[in-house]
């Protein structure tokens, strides 16, 4: 007879649905699909500029801009690792844009380092803050863009 899993091993199996549920909105550009997986007032600190993105509609802009280069777009996330409470949980992992862009070009992308902070909210783990980056060469100023997990 299986033991029933835990309250937290359920918590942590939801988190990763909604991880593979980013994936799946970017993969298919579908824009409302990734609104259901963050809180409205989500904090982002994304690769491009501002420093940070606040509120549901800025973070769907970005999205809204990575689609407009892309006509086939994938996304990749490996080495994902969770910390999970009742009512905070926070991920970190590798994750790698790629596809076709609009001209026919493909590109395999590139790497960064992502974080996901989720918050329990009336029963669903929406993300509250992610960050996603690439180091860079103090001596340069430059981001690396080329290293691979």
């Known amino acids: 007879m299986a033991a ?10 939801k988190i ?14 579908d824009l409302e699909g990734l609104k259901q997986l963050y809180a409205t007032d989500v ?17 769907l802009k970005n999205w809204r801009n990575v689609f407009t280069f892309f006509q086939d777009v994938t996304y990749e996330v ?8 009742e009512n905070v949980a926070f ?16 590109t395999s992308g590139m790497w960064v380092r992502a974080t996901f902070c989720f918050r329990n909210i ?3 783990w929406l993300i509250v803050h ?18 691979k997990p």
């Open 43 to 59: 904090v982002s600190f994304d690769v491009e500029p501002p420093l940070q993105h606040v509120g549901i509609e800025a973070k």
């Open 91 to 106: 991920g970190h992992c590798f994750g790698r844009l790629s596809g076709t862009l609009k001209n026919g070009t493909a």
């Open 130 to 147: 992610d960050q996603a980056s690439v180091p860079f060469d103090i001596r340069s100023g430059k981001g690396v863009t080329d290293l």
């Open 4 to 13: 029933m899993p835990t309250q937290h091993e359920e918590d942590e199996a």
């Open 122 to 124: 009336d029963g669903n």
């Open 78 to 85: 490996r080495d994902l690792t969770l910390t999970v409470d």
């Open 16 to 29: 990763r649905q909604q991880i593979d549920r980013i994936v799946e909105g970017i993969r298919a550009k």
